[in-house]
T-cell receptor, first 112, second 116 residues
Framework: AQSVTQPDIHITVSEGASLELRCNYSYGATPYLFWYVQSPGQGLQLLLKYFSGDTLVQGIKGFEAEFKRSQSSFNLRKPSVHWSDAAEYFCAVGKYGNKLVFGAGTILRVKS | NAGVTQTPKFRVLKTGQSMTLLCAQDMNHEYMYWYRQDPGMGLRLIHYSVGEGTTAKGEVPDGYNVSRLKKQNFLLGLESAAPSQTSVYFC???????????????FGPGTRLTVL
C-alpha cells in the first residue's frame, strides 16, 4: 500500500538559515510526488510537484525538492528561510485516479 | 474567481445531530474530494467524485455520505454525528489525470467541526 512518512513532526530554524524537510514514500510504481504548505487557519497550497524528468524540481516561494528513487525520498529544501515560511508542510504521493496519500506533516517554526 | 469555497467555516454539533457541509468550485473541475485533517495524521480522503452524479469511497468513508448533483458542488453529510468526527474538513477539486499523471488539487479553506 502507498504510504508517506515525514519523520520530523516539528522543526525549528533561525531566520536566514537553510531548511530541509524530509519525506519518504512507499509506492509500487513511478510516484507522483507533491509538497503542500498550510498556513495557520488556511487551506493547502501546492509548493511543487514531481511527475518525471529532472529530479530537482523548483517550486514557488524559493522552495525546491529532489526526487531520489534509490532512497525513496522527496526532500524539500530552501536555502534561506523567512519568518513567513512558518507553516505546516505536507508531502503527498499521488495514486491512480488522482487520489493523494498525505504524510502526517511537519510544523516549521522560524525563530528570529 | 473564488476558487474552492466551503460553508460553514465553523460548526459545533451535539452527538447524534446531522449536518451538511457544502463545497463549491468555480474552476470547472470534474474531480472533487473531501478530506479530514486530524493532528499527527495528515489529511485522509473520505469520499471523492470524478464527475457530476458520481461518488466513490475513499480511505475513511464510514459515517459520511456525499452527493454531487451539480458539477460545481460537492456535499458532505453527517447523518448522526459522533465525537470521533471532530476534525477539520477540507474540500478540494482538480481536473482529471487525462492519460498521464495526476493534476494539482486546489483546496478550500476548511471547516472546523466539533462534536460534543
Amino acid at each position: 500500500a502507498q504510504s508517506v512518512t515525514q519523520p520530523d513532526i516539528h522543526i525549528t530554524v533561525s531566520e536566514g538559515a537553510s531548511l530541509e524537510l524530509r519525506c519518504n514514500y512507499s509506492y509500487g510504481a513511478t510516484p507522483y510526488l507533491f509538497w503542500y504548505v498550510q498556513s495557520p487557519g488556511q487551506g493547502l497550497q501546492l509548493l511543487l510537484k514531481y511527475f518525471s524528468g529532472d529530479t530537482l524540481v523548483q517550486g514557488i516561494k524559493g522552495f525546491e525538492a529532489e526526487f531520489k528513487r534509490s532512497q525513496s525520498s522527496f526532500n524539500l529544501r530552501k536555502p534561506s528561510v523567512h519568518w513567513s515560511d512558518a507553516a505546516e508542510y505536507f508531502c503527498a504521493v499521488g495514486k491512480y485516479g488522482n487520489k493523494l496519500v498525505f504524510g502526517a506533516g511537519t510544523i516549521l517554526r522560524v525563530k528570529s | 474567481n473564488a476558487g474552492v469555497t466551503q460553508t460553514p467555516k465553523f460548526r459545533v454539533l451535539k452527538t447524534g445531530q446531522s449536518m451538511t457541509l457544502l463545497c463549491a468550485q468555480d474552476m470547472n473541475h470534474e474531480y472533487m474530494y473531501w478530506y479530514r485533517q486530524d493532528p499527527g495524521m495528515g489529511l485522509r480522503l473520505i469520499h471523492y467524485s470524478v464527475g457530476e452524479g458520481t461518488t466513490a469511497k475513499g480511505e475513511v468513508p464510514d459515517g459520511y455520505n456525499v452527493s454531487r448533483l451539480k458539477k460545481q458542488n460537492f456535499l458532505l453529510g453527517l447523518e448522526s454525528a459522533a465525537p470521533s468526527q471532530t476534525s477539520v474538513y477540507f474540500c478540494a477539486s482538480s481536473f482529471p489525470p487525462r492519460g498521464g499523471p495526476g493534476n494539482e488539487q486546489f483546496f478550500g479553506p476548511g471547516t472546523r467541526l466539533t462534536v460534543l
